[in-house]
């Protein structure tokens, strides 16, 4: 049997269903529409009703016009619609149930073309039917049959039987305005403005529309009474802004008077709108969307307007903006806007005023198929703190959309070179040869502070090539305050080449916003704030290509020793082959001196942020979180500087060798200590600041180099022209961008190459760049990155596979322009054995740590390095009082890629644990070797790690002498090892002697006591208690019946019971 409790909810859930599944309780109704009524006919103005989207359901229809479907067929035209549909039949009684009934479509063949079975309920006061959708357009079911009353008649309903009366005019219009009802709290409302008639006073209904529907009546009210306003009660919840609010007004004479005829207002367009719903912008261009709003925005103290406002959103949900996206335009969204929060903030102090939203088209770096489009969504959250009117709850407005205009069209082919020693060609076209050596800009954005710099220094190959020419040797790229150089040369010469062992790589970004810089090795490339981009080939020590591409935003703003992208060769030369005197002076044109505070490379630059305040731009690509409140909050990681080009914004770079603005900022400008890299105090860098030759003349212009090694001009172009004009990817590349002029000109930059240095090490290195400039400009075509029809794969993806540096040495696949290396192969082009281990290795500091100076749990290696991926062993030792030790232990690890010629290497710390207390240590220390496969290792370089406060140890000796001040320093005697030590070995010691000294007391008193027998060995008896000083008081403890007596010294050391706390009497003599 079922509980009553169950049995109650059974029934309750019983006569739940019966509910829900009675029409005259589950319905769809359907009011107004009074232009079904079988009395009107349908104007040229009018929509026709058309019921062929009506989902199949039960309805009920609540029109003043009737409420349901005529029994006789109407004419043509009738209904609101063109075809009007009937009942056949009567309506059924009240009792009868659920009816089938045929309805019938009137048509110019007849009054029942084509016929519906539907349903029919009644209850009682009012009728339900089961519709069923139409099976064509402009076909409408026809309810009633009442019309509006005509002119100079009226009835309450004001529509027909209607009676005659004396009419009333008036000229309504809806107004919005902000009203205080309770207390100081203010909130919108619409008002029914008119002017009083003559002949007043009178009583007036107000009739309230939103969107055609009716929403609320109020009757018989004196004029301009507060009880026919609109409030945000009346509405809030069933509509949203950007709707149509409509009023009308009828006149009684008196207040229970039939009322007069209608009196309509116009439309009145509430919410937000913009001046247009379509725009056409251009790439790079921006325009100003002028918005109108038309309704206040509430306030919970009309004293303190100023503080409430409301958010208004921008969504463009189709573009997510993520760090996957940052290497690519097409990722980002079309458009952005200036950082005004992303969003247009209504205040309600002045919520009347135009509000302007400034939209930037975006460039995609792409020469697209055709013009693009984008639409622009505003809307608003689901609730606000300021306005508990809801008013602007759930605002949404129809999308802008914005035609958007290709301009990266104008730079294409546009780039700028600085190949091998160096050949230049300008974004014009124009080439030649840089013959000076110095720091000279090769880009620098005249609006703001962008600036990239290139460094030549002598690569001489033999004596005889001394002064004949520089080759490049660093890149450096500065944003504003921003800094990234990577220099690989020590000094500037026309007659020694001086490579640095370790690369100067400076990596310091006080905006992540201010460059983008991807690293796939030989190749890195760095993307500016304005879309330029820079890309350089690093091998081994020199810097065989610097390329540059200009952006849409730079025609007429940029300069340097690639010159102006406006297709005008004047502006850089008078010709397109310059002499090396025009060459040598346009060159002079973008020198920097090392020594000032321009330079990029020297030890006095200062860096800032500049006097201009660049404007910001947001990609607004994500829509806000459901329970954030501010704009700010959520869209300003996504905005970025000076153009809207920019590829991503919040990108932070796990590179070690990324610093902060503060730390490395000395009165604005950098420190070069030891300590650049970063604060680690093991990160040493034992890099040496730029320097000039003595010799070094600034105005010294090299002569023409002369053919050597047996070398001729007729051999060195037969040689080129064979191994360019045969290149394969040049020959694919040739199917869809032009590229004979570049491969002619690859041809003389590789004569002039092997007439300079006297070999061909340089081709390989013009083949890589002429190959990679070909994919680099078959990217930027929208059309040649899409999947061919032929093939599968798109033209990107084939060129991407002939590209590689060597051909990946046979060793490996090509894709995308980067070898993937077969096992057993590493390197750039997979030249590489993975059994062959690194080389040549060096240790800072001559191969110490000082453990007062550093931390010495890590440790940079110096080197060359063909791959990121290089494993560690390091063989532990010690040196003793006995010398050096056998290997202790052997630790295996991954060490850390920081650049080709760094890597860093973590210091096991399980080593300081090792101590034996029976000699003396000196140092600990570490055989480090490197591998590519962790197996075959490189030879070993000694690290050895002491405190140089107390010893002076040498790596290369394995020896170690105390120093003279060892003893001299408070609190430290021996390195960290020893004193580890002789701390312990203290320790011990006093720990001993303690015990002796109280174990000698404790016999002596047990001795003496063996006389006096006052001891007890639970409890010490108050007997004559005088307390020493601060003596704790005597605690006695429970015992079970125990006969205290005389205890023996045997049972002393028996029982040996804790004894908390002692009379004076028991240590008396």
């Known amino acids: 049997m079922c509980p009553p409790s169950i049995l109650s909810m059974i029934i309750l859930a019983t006569m739940l269903k019966e509910y829900y599944a009675d029409p005259c309780f589950s319905y769809s109704l359907i009011s107004g529409h009074y232009k079904r009524s079988s009395n009107y006919t349908i104007k040229s103005t009018d929509i026709a009703f058309s019921d062929s989207f009506l989902p199949e359901g039960w309805y009920r229809f609540n029109s003043l016009a009737g409420n349901d479907i005529v029994t006789w067929a109407p004419s043509i035209y009738q209904c609101g619609t063109i075809?009007?549909?009937?009942?056949?039949?009567?309506?059924?009684?009240?009792?009868?149930?659920?009816?089938?009934?045929?309805?019938?479509?009137?048509?110019?063949?007849?009054?029942?073309?084509?016929?519906?079975?539907?349903?029919?309920?009644?209850?009682?006061?009012?009728?339900?039917?089961?519709?069923?959708?139409?099976?064509?357009?402009?076909?409408?079911?026809?309810?009633?049959?009442?019309?509006?009353?005509?002119?100079?008649?009226?009835?309450?309903?004001?529509?027909?039987?209607?009676?005659?009366?004396?009419?009333?005019?008036?000229?309504?219009?809806?107004?919005?305005?902000?009203?205080?009802?309770?207390?100081?709290?203010?909130?919108?409302?619409?008002?029914?403005?008119?002017?009083?008639?003559?002949?007043?006073?009178?009583?007036?209904?107000?009739?309230?529309?939103?969107?055609t529907d009716t929403v609320k009546v109020v009757e018989s009210q004196p004029y301009q009474s507060n009880q026919s306003w609109l409030y945000p009660n009346d509405w809030v919840d069933k509509y949203n802004l950007n709707m149509v609010v409509k009023c009308s007004v009828r006149v009684r004479h008196m207040q229970t008077s039939i009322p007069s005829h209608h009196n309509y207002s116009e439309d009145f367009q509430a919410g937000m709108f913009p001046s247009s719903f379509i725009y056409h912008l251009k790439e790079g261009g921006t325009i100003s969307i002028k918005f109108t709003v038309t309704v206040p925005v509430g306030c919970l103290d009309q004293y303190r307007q100023y503080l409430c406002k409301t958010s208004i959103f921008i969504f463009t949900p189709e573009y997510q903006s993520s760090t996957r996206s940052c290497q690519n335009f097409s990722k980002q969204g079309e458009v952005s806007f200036e950082d005004n929060y992303c969003g247009i903030i209504i205040e309600s102090s002045n919520w009347w005023k135009e509000r302007i939203l400034n939209v930037t088209g975006k460039t995609d770096g792409l020469i697209n198929k055709r013009d693009r489009d984008v639409y622009i969504k505003l809307g608003s959250l689901t609730d606000s703190p300021d306005d508990i009117s809801g008013v602007w709850y759930n605002f949404t407005m129809p999308d802008i959309?914005?035609?958007?205009?290709?301009?990266?069209?104008?730079?294409?082919?546009?780039?700028?070179?600085?190949?091998?020693?160096?050949?230049?060609?300008?974004?014009?076209?124009?080439?030649?040869?840089?013959?000076?050596?110095?720091?000279?800009?090769?880009?620098?954005?005249?609006?703001?502070?962008?600036?990239?710099?290139?460094?030549?220094?002598?690569?001489?190959?033999?004596?005889?090539?001394?002064?004949?020419?520089?080759?490049?040797?660093?890149?450096?790229?500065?944003?504003?305050?921003?800094?990234?150089?990577?220099?690989?040369?020590?000094?500037?010469?026309?007659?020694?080449?001086?490579?640095?062992?370790?690369?100067?790589?400076?990596?310091?970004?006080?905006?992540?916003?201010?460059?983008?810089?991807?690293?796939?090795?030989?190749?890195?490339?760095?993307t500016l704030p304005n879309g330029a981009t820079v890309k350089y080939m690093l091998k081994r020590n020199w810097i065989y290509d610097t390329t540059l591409t200009p952006s849409i935003f730079d025609e007429d703003n940029v300069d340097g020793l690639c010159g102006n992208p406006n297709n005008d060769t004047s502006d850089e030369f008078g010709s397109q082959k310059p002499s090396i005197e025009e060459a040598a002076n346009f060159q002079n044109r973008s020198r920097v001196d090392i020594n000032s505070t321009e330079s990029l490379f020297g030890v006095d630059r200062i860096l800032n942020s500049g006097s201009s305040h660049l404007k910001k731009y947001c990609d607004c690509a994500t829509e806000i979180g459901p329970n954030e409140q501010s704009i700010s909050d959520h869209y300003i990681a996504n905005c970025s500087i000076a153009t809207s080009a920019i590829l991503c914004s919040q990108i932070t770079s796990s590179d070690s060798l990324t610093s902060t603005c503060k730390s490395y900022m000395y009165q604005g400008r950098f420190r070069r200590d030891v300590n650049f890299i970063n604060d680690d105090s093991d990160d040493v860098s034992e890099i040496l600041p730029l320097k000039l030759d003595p010799s070094f003349d600034p105005n010294y212009i090299p002569p023409t180099p002369s053919w050597k090694n047996n070398w001729t001009e007729s051999a060195a172009r037969e040689y080129c022209t064979n191994m360019l004009v045969n290149n394969r990817a040049g020959k694919e590349c040739q199917k869809y961008i032009p590229m004979k002029s570049s491969t002619e000109i690859a041809i003389e930059d590789c004569v002039l190459d092997i007439r300079d240095s006297g070999t061909t090490e340089f081709s390989s290195y013009t083949i890589e760049s002429i190959n990679q400039n070909c994919l680099e400009q078959i990217k930027k075509h929208e059309v040649f990155l899409e999947p061919s029809n032929t093939h599968g794969a798109s033209v990107v993806q084939m060129i991407g596979q002939l590209v590689c540096l060597n051909n990946c040495s046979n060793n490996g696949d090509c894709k995308e322009g980067m070898c993937n290396c077969d096992d057993g192969y590493v390197g750039t082009d997979c030249s590489h054995e993975k059994s062959t281990p690194p080389s040549n290795l060096t240790l800072p500091e001559q191969g110490v740590c000082k453990t007062s100076k550093r931390a010495c749990v890590k440790t940079n290696i110096i080197g060359y390095f063909v791959t990121q991926t290089v494993f560690a062993k390091l063989d532990e030792f010690e040196i003793t009082d006995?010398?050096?030790?056998?290997?202790?232990?052997?630790?295996?690890?991954?060490?850390?890629?920081?650049?080709?010629?760094?890597?860093?290497?973590?210091?096991?710390?399980?080593?300081?644990?090792?101590?034996?207390?029976?000699?003396?240590?000196?140092?600990?220390?570490?055989y480090i070797s490197l591998s590519y496969n962790a197996k075959n290792y490189s030879d070993s370089v000694t690290l050895v790690i002491y405190n140089d406060l107390c010893y002076s140890c040498s790596a290369l000796t394995m020896e170690c002498n105390m120093t003279s001040t060892c003893n001299q320093i408070p609190g430290i005697t021996q390195n960290p090892t020893e004193k580890d030590q002789t701390s312990t070995s203290l320790i011990i010691s006093l720990c001993v002697v303690l015990v002796l000294i109280i174990g000698t007391i404790i016999v002596m008193i047990l001795l003496k006591r063996r006389h006096t027998g006052h001891f007890s060995p639970w409890c010490v008896e108050k007997k004559k208690p005088q307390h020493l000083q601060n003596h704790p008081p005597v605690q006695c403890y429970d015992t079970i019946n125990l006969d205290l007596k005389k205890s023996t010294s045997q049972n002393y050391e028996i029982l040996k019971p804790a004894v908390v706390g002692r009379s004076n009497a028991a240590f008396d003599g």
């Open 83 to 211: 075809y009007p549909i009937w009942m056949r039949g009567t309506l059924p009684m009240n009792g009868e149930g659920e009816v089938n009934r045929t309805a019938c479509i009137v048509g110019f063949n007849g009054n029942c073309s084509k016929t519906l079975t539907i349903k029919v309920k009644n209850c009682r006061e009012y009728n339900v039917y089961h519709l069923v959708p139409v099976p064509q357009t402009s076909t409408g079911y026809c309810i009633g049959e009442k019309t509006h009353c005509p002119p100079g008649q009226s009835s309450i309903s004001g529509f027909t039987p209607c009676v005659d009366v004396v009419p009333v005019n008036t000229n309504p219009a809806v107004n919005a305005s902000l009203e205080n009802q309770i207390s100081n709290i203010t909130e919108p409302v619409f008002k029914c403005l008119f002017d009083e008639p003559v002949g007043s006073p009178y009583w007036y209904d107000t009739y309230w529309y939103i969107n």
């Open 401 to 526: 959309k914005i035609f958007l205009s290709d301009e990266d069209k104008k730079i294409e082919n546009m780039y700028c070179y600085a190949r091998t020693d160096p050949r230049m060609r300008t974004f014009d076209g124009v080439n030649w040869t840089a013959s000076l050596a110095g720091e000279f800009v090769m880009y620098r954005d005249i609006r703001r502070q962008i600036a990239v710099s290139s460094l030549f220094s002598s690569c001489v190959w033999d004596s005889k090539s001394a002064g004949e020419g520089p080759c490049s040797c660093g890149i450096a790229i500065r944003v504003e305050n921003s800094l990234y150089a990577h220099r690989t040369c020590a000094k500037i010469s026309y007659h020694d080449k001086k490579e640095l062992i370790q690369h100067d790589l400076v990596h310091h970004i006080c905006d992540d916003r201010h460059m983008v810089i991807k690293n796939e090795p030989p190749w890195t490339k760095i």
């Open 882 to 926: 006995l010398g050096r030790t056998r290997t202790l232990s052997t630790y295996l690890s991954r060490a850390t890629y920081i650049n080709p010629t760094i890597l860093k290497v973590d210091i096991p710390t399980s080593y300081r644990k090792k101590r034996s207390p029976s000699i003396n240590i000196y140092a600990s220390g570490f």
